[in-house]
Nanobody
Framework: QVQLVESGGGLVQTGGSLRLSCAAS????????MGWFRQAPGKEREFVTT????????RYADSVKGRFTISRDYAANTAYLEMNSLKPEDTAVYYC??????????????????WGKGTQVTVSS
């Protein structure tokens, strides 16, 4: 069994920065990917970014390209999301997700088997 624990959310002003962490316990699998999705109030959960654990290949939603950066610490089984130039529309609960996800489907929510409980990110205007 895999458990994901997020940390690092909080309240920040427009233009500020936050760093989220997602620590994974348990085994990993081939085609292992870790990523972030977010859900704003009244909206569906949406893809933010993901990283292929072994190749380091990354994908980003257009809305966060150039502002967010995903990285991983291979030895620590931890993924990080550096969020810069935050905007009020980035306000959401951010969920860490992981699973055996192919490159072609890295943005597909239902392909991720494991999920964290979420961490709140609030950007004030």
């Amino acid at each position: 069994q895999v458990q994901l624990v997020e940390s690092g959310g909080g309240l920040v002003q427009t233009g500020g920065s936050l760093r989220l962490s997602c620590a994974a316990s348990g085994r990993t699998f081939s085609n292992w990917s870790m990523g972030w999705f977010r859900q704003a109030p009244g909206k569906e959960r949406e893809f933010v970014t993901t990283i292929s654990w072994y190749s380091g290949d990354k994908r980003y939603a257009d809305s966060v390209k150039g502002r967010f950066t995903i990285s991983r610490d291979y030895a620590a089984n931890t993924a990080y999301l550096e969020m810069n130039s935050l905007k009020p529309e980035d306000t959401a609960v951010y969920y860490c997700a992981a699973g055996s996800v192919s490159m072609a489907r890295m943005k597909e929510e239902f392909d991720y088997e494991y999920w964290g409980k979420g961490t709140q990110v609030t950007v004030s205007s």
